[in-house]
């Protein structure tokens, strides 16, 4: 019995020591239902709809490169995630008319059999653009994060092997002092290289012991033998303390309809035990930022009356980081998908934002079919652009 208590002693605290002893910020939100909450004015451009194959459409991200809107996703031909999965993009000059779908990325055929290729977001410095991807095997093993880099966004180079084995959930984001960190599951790589194409190192508030990979399977049991749901895809901000607060999703069994969050106060080299916030989740991916004018913001969905619905797209906002207390209807319209799939559905799929000359941009899945791009304009947000 001394020898149980003793153990169980030093496993809690090498624990405490781990996740270190101070609790994250409290951060939350106030939406309940979108009855008397203002519909934003927005402008929606269909980038992507199916024919009759390649009819699985997820993971979007876009970015605005050297005049023209550039958006990459995941292709599959049925169903989500299968062998043969590609990653395409689209450009656009207007943001109306947006070109044919274009391999980015190809799978690999690895024991005869095609792998996964996950689209992981772009990102562009000093007149480069990179872009990312994730691959693994049918069985959801050996997992590689992959780059490619283009000076117009039509010539790419050679695929770039990252050396992180990590299906991100959002591409590399910038701290207050260049830092890239990539939003995975429970890894949340970091580089100084301004480029974001070498010197990745691995962060977690998991002990390292716990994993070998990060992808759509791989996060389940680190969190059971830590004690927690499993969480998932995160996204993250930095307040004017310089304090990293990255939200993860909760998913499967544990789903209770709440974000948990972990902080980082070495600018991403360690992180925070996580705990569960009251800002409210619908169970799907969701995007933090900062407008221009310093206010925090969230695109997500943050219904919990409607499990897994993904509908209504919301956009909400926050003078400190704490208190996402300002509400907008970004879209609620329904999308009808055209060929069921293993998986596909969710009216506003896996939202990714860019702000750019005064816009606000929100890519999205329709039903993991469609790729849709919607933008409002920031100008008066909160007066004139509400109806």
Same mark, same amino acid.
């Given at each position: 019995?001394?020898?149980?208590?003793? %153990?169980?002693?030093?496993?809690?605290?090498?624990?405490?020591?781990?996740?270190?002893?101070?609790?994250?910020?409290?951060?939350?939100?106030?939406?309940?239902?979108?009855?008397?909450?203002? #519909?934003? &004015? /927005?402008?929606?451009?269909?980038?992507? +709809?199916?024919?009759?194959?390649?009819?699985?459409?997820?993971?979007?991200?876009?970015?605005?490169? &050297?005049?023209?809107?550039?958006? /990459?996703?995941?292709?599959?031909? /049925?169903?989500?995630?299968?062998?043969?999965?590609?990653?395409?993009?689209? =450009?656009?000059?207007?943001?109306?008319?947006?070109? +044919?779908? =274009?391999? $980015?990325?190809?799978?690999?055929?690895?024991?005869?059999?095609?792998?996964?290729?996950?689209?992981?977001?772009?990102?562009?410095?000093?007149?480069?653009?990179?872009?990312?991807?994730?691959?693994?095997?049918?069985?959801?093993?050996?997992?590689?994060?992959?780059?490619?880099? @283009?000076?117009?966004? *039509? #010539?790419?180079?050679?695929?770039?092997?990252?050396?992180?084995?990590?299906?991100?959930? #959002?591409?590399?984001?910038?701290?207050?002092?260049?830092?890239?960190? !990539?939003?995975?599951?429970?890894?949340?790589?970091?580089?100084?290289?301004?480029?974001?194409?070498?010197?990745?190192?691995?962060?977690?508030?998991?002990?390292?012991?716990?994993?070998?990979?990060?992808?759509?399977?791989? %996060?389940?049991?680190?969190?059971?033998?830590?004690?927690?749901?499993?969480?998932?895809?995160?996204? %993250?901000?930095?307040?004017?303390?310089? /304090?990293?607060?990255?939200?993860?999703?909760?998913?499967?069994?544990?789903?209770?309809?709440?974000?948990?969050? =972990?902080?980082?106060?070495?600018?991403?080299?360690?992180? @925070?035990?996580?705990? *569960? =916030?009251?800002?409210?989740?619908?169970?799907?991916?969701?995007?933090?930022?900062?407008?221009?004018?310093?206010?925090?913001?969230?695109?997500?969905?943050?219904?919990?009356? #409607?499990?897994?619905?993904?509908?209504?797209?919301?956009?909400?906002?926050?003078?400190?980081?704490?208190?996402?207390?300002?509400?907008?209807? !970004?879209?609620?319209?329904?999308?009808?998908?055209?060929? *069921?799939?293993?998986?596909?559905?969710?009216?506003?799929?896996?939202?990714?934002?860019?702000?750019?000359?005064?816009?606000?941009?929100?890519?999205? @899945?329709?039903?993991?079919? @469609?790729?849709?791009?919607?933008?409002?304009? $920031? &100008?008066?947000?909160?007066?004139?652009?509400?109806?």
């Amino acid at each position: 019995m001394y020898f149980d208590i003793k %153990f169980r002693f030093t496993v809690a605290l090498l624990l405490s020591f781990s996740f270190g002893f101070s609790q994250p910020l409290a951060i939350s939100n106030n939406y309940q239902t979108k009855s008397g909450i203002p #519909h934003l &004015k /927005i402008e929606r451009s269909m980038i992507y +709809a199916p024919g009759k194959d390649w009819l699985y459409n997820h993971h979007p991200s876009i970015i605005h490169f &050297k005049g023209r809107f550039i958006a /990459i996703w995941s292709d599959g031909l /049925i169903d989500e995630d299968s062998p043969g999965q590609r990653v395409v993009y689209a =450009t656009s000059a207007d943001f109306f008319h947006w070109s +044919a779908a =274009t391999p $980015l990325a190809l799978p690999t055929k690895i024991n005869d059999t095609l792998t996964v290729l996950t689209a992981a977001g772009l990102y562009q410095h000093k007149g480069t653009l990179v872009a990312y991807y994730g691959e693994y095997t049918h069985n959801r093993q050996n997992t590689h994060l992959w780059a490619k880099t @283009s000076k117009d966004g *039509e #010539h790419w180079s050679q695929p770039i092997d990252l050396h992180v084995p990590l299906i991100p959930n #959002h591409g590399p984001e910038p701290t207050k002092n260049g830092r890239l960190i !990539i939003s995975g599951n429970f890894l949340f790589p970091y580089t100084d290289d301004p480029y974001g194409i070498s010197g990745w190192k691995i962060s977690s508030p998991y002990p390292d012991s716990l994993y070998k990979q990060d992808n759509s399977a791989a %996060f389940y049991s680190p969190a059971a033998k830590l004690g927690l749901p499993p969480l998932c895809e995160g996204s %993250f901000f930095q307040t004017d303390d310089n /304090i990293l607060h990255m939200l993860l999703r909760v998913t499967g069994k544990g789903w209770k309809g709440r974000l948990w969050v =972990t902080e980082s106060k070495d600018n991403g080299e360690s992180w @925070s035990r996580p705990i *569960e =916030t009251p800002f409210s989740d619908n169970d799907s991916k969701f995007h933090f930022g900062r407008l221009p004018d310093k206010r925090f913001y969230y695109v997500g969905i943050p219904d919990t009356l #409607h499990h897994y619905e993904r509908n209504p797209l919301v956009l909400s906002l926050s003078a400190d980081g704490k208190k996402f207390n300002e509400n907008y209807i !970004i879209a609620d319209e329904l999308y009808h998908l055209k060929k *069921e799939g293993l998986w596909k559905g969710g009216q506003y799929g896996y939202p990714h934002t860019i702000i750019y000359k005064n816009y606000m941009y929100v890519i999205i @899945s329709r039903q993991k079919e @469609s790729i849709e791009v919607l933008r409002f304009g $920031l &100008k008066g947000l909160g007066e004139s652009q509400t109806f």
